[in-house]
């Protein structure tokens, strides 16, 4: 129920829903970037089998992990301006296709230039990918349902790593490394077919959305940006407030002005340390359970599935947290996964050799780590304008994956030189950077919302 601006008649209530079609468009999206962070995975459990086969150090093997990072960070910011000059249904599929096509691709060669190539073609066209999967979120569901949406879609990107190491394993064991590769190429293909006839750019384009869901997002979008729910405002405490710095910020309307913005650098930059964590885990983990813990291949797939498990039920929950509890305030969960990885990444230089154990902990690290990870893409909607939103998501998402390129690369070097332990101290670090950079930027709150905390 919203009151009508600048009226002092009854309230107006908002249309009865009489269909949910953006719940099954973010049931897409889960589907979608499920099978995009499958292709994205399946590289660390054929690693330690390309490695015996190249005859490659650990350090190649990072570059080879790297490559996919560094071609998707080079191409997030311009995927930011593709997606806001053609739409979400022309650029979706086409990226999900070419991310197909570079997949298949790298079961053809035996040249390992080739096989870097082709990983590069694979980053760069999965690149724009999560602009359009969030500018989707960001233009068909209100602001109250964004967090837990986003929270579904990057519980996607860990519910791929959780398949990953279980169907790889059996693929390998049947056939060989290789045909990882060509049977995980198929399902995007069909999937970009599937998006391309059926889901438009906004709600109002859709045959499969009413007029009354069409009117019930735009009017709770709009009521949102002039109205706040002063009693969710008030269920945040006045100590976190403080905390985690709330004030009254701008919208950003122009792209020099997210260019500009600290909250969005800063946003990126805090990231750009967790998104290289988490691609250390995809990448290296299954590397770390055989030659380090000295795990069959079979118990290796189910052992590297569970940080993945534990960060379905993060996203999840942590989505869940943001928009209900805590009134969309982001930084909380953010703040805290931060801190909690720091301490999780400190705990696995203790491991244990118990494989139930080992299960347990690498599941609590996986859903620590990604309690506040959704928050950080959902942060830049609450500072920008729809039309601004792919461009600040761009430049964060920039940031993050620069991380997710760099830090498995580092990690084969020091692999080279030192050992696991000095490994997972190095990501402790960076998890408190992160802490400390996503300390300094703003909690963004409307004018009617500053008076109340």
């Known amino acids: 129920m919203i009151l009508p ?37 399946n590289l660390g459990v054929a690693l330690p089998y390309i490695q015996k086969e190249f005859g490659i150090s650990n350090t190649e093997a990072g570059t080879l992990v790297s490559l996919l990072f560094f071609g998707y960070a080079a191409s997030q910011i311009p995927g930011s301006f593709i997606v806001k000059r053609f739409g979400v249904r022309k650029v979706l599929p086409t990226s999900m296709f070419f991310t197909s096509i570079f997949t298949a691709l790298m079961a053809t060669t035996s040249s390992m230039p080739f096989l870097k190539f082709f990983r590069v073609g694979l980053g760069v066209s999965e690149g724009p990918l999560p602009i359009a999967c969030t500018t989707t979120i960001n233009n068909w569901f209100p602001s109250k349902e964004k967090g837990t949406v986003t929270g579904l879609y990057l519980a996607a990107s860990k519910f791929g790593p959780v398949i990953v190491p279980v169907i790889s394993v059996i693929i390998i064991e049947i056939y060989g490394w290789r045909e990882i590769f060509l049977l995980f190429a198929i399902p995007g293909i069909i999937l970009a077919l599937v998006w391309y006839f059926i889901i438009p750019n906004k709600p109002s384009e859709s045959k499969f959305c009413s007029l009354e869901e069409s009117q019930y997002i735009e009017n709770e979008q709009t009521a949102e940006k002039k109205h706040t729910d002063t009693y969710n405002t008030k269920k945040s405490p006045l100590w976190l407030d403080k905390l985690i710095r709330v004030k009254k910020v701008n919208y950003l309307k122009s792209v020099s002005e997210v260019f500009r913005s600290w ?10 340390f967790m998104v290289g ?44 947290i943001s928009d209900r509890l805590l009134s969309k305030r982001r930084k909380p969960l953010m703040l805290l996964s931060a801190l909690c990885t720091s301490f999780m990444m400190y705990s696995l230089i203790y491991a244990p050799n118990n494989s139930i154990l080992l299960g347990i902990l690498l599941f609590t690290t996986g859903l620590l780590l990604n309690l506040g990870y959704s928050a950080f893409s959902v942060y830049s909607m609450g500072v920008t304008t729809k039309e601004t939103y792919p461009i600040a998501y761009g430049i964060v998402n920039t940031g993050g994956q620069i991380g997710g390129a760099v830090a498995p690369l580092l990690v084969g070097i020091i692999l080279d030189s030192y050992n696991w332990h000095i490994v997972f101290i190095f990501l402790s670090i960076c998890s408190i950077l992160s802490l400390l950079i996503i300390s300094t930027i703003d909690e963004p709150i409307d004018d009617t919302d500053i008076e109340t905390v």
């Not at 249309?15 to 079609?21: C, E, G, L, Q, S």
């Not at 993945?308 to 989505?319: D, P």
Request: proline letters at 4%.
């Open 5 to 41: 601006e600048n009226s002092k008649s009854e309230p107006v209530r908002i249309p009865i829903k009489k269909t949910n079609f953006r719940w099954w468009i973010a049931a897409l999206i889960f589907v979608v970037y499920t099978i995009a962070t499958a292709d994205r995975a």
């Open 263 to 272: 909250n969005i650098i800063g946003n990126a930059l805090g990231y750009l």
């Open 277 to 320: 964590i988490v691609n250390v885990i995809m990448s290296w983990i299954p590397t770390y359970l055989i030659t380090e813990k000295h795990f069959t291949s079979v118990k290796m797939g189910f052992l590297a599935s569970a940080p993945f498990m534990g960060a379905v039920v993060g996203n999840l929950i942590g989505g869940w």
